[in-house]
């Protein structure tokens, strides 16, 4: 077991949604790493890809990530491949890797694109290795049937080139110790972390300030149920009506319905992008002549032609920061034969993820459990990740906790600056998976 501390930390969260890299240094606090150049948007890193042919780049495919991906994808939309929320299939057996044009790449091989194209924008800051690297990860990987080891192999593979050695820490625990900073008296805390395609819960019993170990970890739960679950259900709602699901196609003298693989992989934000290969795409074009109603077919395959992924996950995410604000909010869609101006309310949107967040709120009733505490044990509740704006998913913890205790902050970056100062930690591996 490591019991030396390091000098300078590195913590990396890599997120469904959005990345952020950290430094500390001892005695010093956390740093975030903030991109250089025209896109950049502060520390917060897109955790987005980009491809398009290019003669003059080795292997004539040329690719870039976060900001500058979508920068690439908004000029050159229909002769790009726009692919985000990777992450959500870093645990499934089922992928094997996606067919970008005429390549194919694994897992580990977008992991590292990424890591290379986020390290180039990064102005020098990630050039000099660290002592030590902390990266986060989810305490439930997204997916069906999550495997962890195959997602622990995966990461192993991406994040070799950052160095000889990754520790791995669950992400609530990173907020955790970041909130830690915050406190000037012992306190047991629940740490929710609402990601892209987790939701991740910790208990952790902070010391007084200056006691010879801050944090304890108690215990974690995690479920895969998030923020693209809750775009999913937008997209069922409001866009798959529109594409066909529901309806019918013949099969010589039967009628039958479509199959729902078709939209389950539509309304993934990690497989979309990967639905335009010649298979799929003649799939489809078999399917529309045989649907009762083509019309509909022909706008699904529309969409993925023109590649208008990422302006349907914008308007999904619009809609949602809306009604966070709002009681109602107008749902606003154009392209490919889709005209959607349809104002939707909170009260609809709550309604289409309750089954979510009863989930969710078990997942919560698990991790108390683990760690042996009930909720009159909790001192403070800190909700962090872009999915605790959520009215909604703020009521489950001021329904159980009360407001007086429930804090919030820092949504986009606390994991990676919390992961950032237990890297500097003397025993880490109290701290690793």
Not at 122 to 128: P, Q, V
Not at 149 to 156: K, L, S
Not at 362 to 380: C, E, M, P, W
Request: glycine share 10%; proline share 4%.
């Amino acid at each position: 077991m490591n019991t030396a501390g390091a000098d300078r930390a590195l913590g990396l969260d890599f997120g469904t949604t959005n990345s952020v890299v950290a430094t500390a240094g001892a005695g010093q606090p956390a740093d975030l790493i903030a991109f250089a150049g025209e896109q950049a948007t502060g520390a917060i890193f897109r955790s987005a890809l980009c491809f398009w042919h290019d003669e003059d780049v080795r292997g004539g495919l040329a690719v870039e990530a976060g900001p500058w991906a979508i920068a690439e994808y908004l000029e050159y939309p229909q002769e790009s491949r726009f692919i985000q929320s990777f992450k959500s299939v870093a645990a499934s057996a089922s992928f094997e890797h996606a067919s970008v044009f005429e390549k194919r790449y694994r897992f580990e091989d977008l992991g590292r694109m990424f890591l290379d194209k986020l390290t180039g924008h990064a102005g020098g800051r990630l050039d000099t290795r660290p002592d030590r690297i902390v990266v986060g990860r989810p305490v439930e990987y997204a997916g069906a049937r999550p495997d962890p080891q195959i997602a622990r192999t995966r990461y192993d593979l991406m994040f070799a080139k950052l160095g000889p050695k990754i520790h791995y820490v669950y992400e609530p625990l990173g907020a955790a110790f970041s909130f830690a900073s915050r406190l000037t008296k012992p306190a047991t805390i629940l740490v929710a972390d609402f990601g892209g395609g987790t939701s991740d819960f910790s208990i952790v019993r902070i010391a007084a300030p200056g006691a010879a170990r801050r944090c304890t970890p108690l215990g974690s739960a995690g479920i895969g149920i998030a923020g693209d679950r809750f775009d999913y259900r937008i997209i069922d709602q409001l866009i798959l009506p529109m594409l066909g699901k529901g309806g019918d196609y013949r099969s010589f003298d039967k009628i039958l319905e479509i199959p729902r693989s078709y939209f389950a992989d539509f309304a993934d934000w990690s497989r979309l992008a990967l639905m335009r290969n010649r298979r799929t795409m003649d799939e489809l074009g078999r399917l529309q002549r045989s649907a009762l109603d083509p019309v509909a077919i022909g706008r699904m395959i529309a969409v993925i032609e023109n590649e208008l992924g990422y302006p349907l996950y914008d308007a999904v995410g619009s809609l949602k920061r809306a009604l966070s604000a709002a009681e109602q909010a107008d749902f606003l869609f154009s392209g490919a034969g889709l005209e959607i101006a349809t104002p939707v309310t909170r009260a609809q949107f709550e309604s289409w993820i309750a089954e979510d967040l009863t989930r969710i709120e078990a997942t919560v009733d698990k991790a108390l459990a683990g760690a042996g505490v009930g909720i009159a044990d909790i001192d403070r509740v800190f909700l962090t990740g872009g999915s605790s704006l959520i009215p909604a998913v703020r009521a489950i913890f001021t329904r159980r906790f009360g407001e007086d205790r429930l804090a919030a902050g820092d949504e986009l970056t606390s994991i990676a600056t919390g992961l950032a100062l237990i890297g500097l930690e003397d025993d880490v591996e109290a701290w690793s998976d």
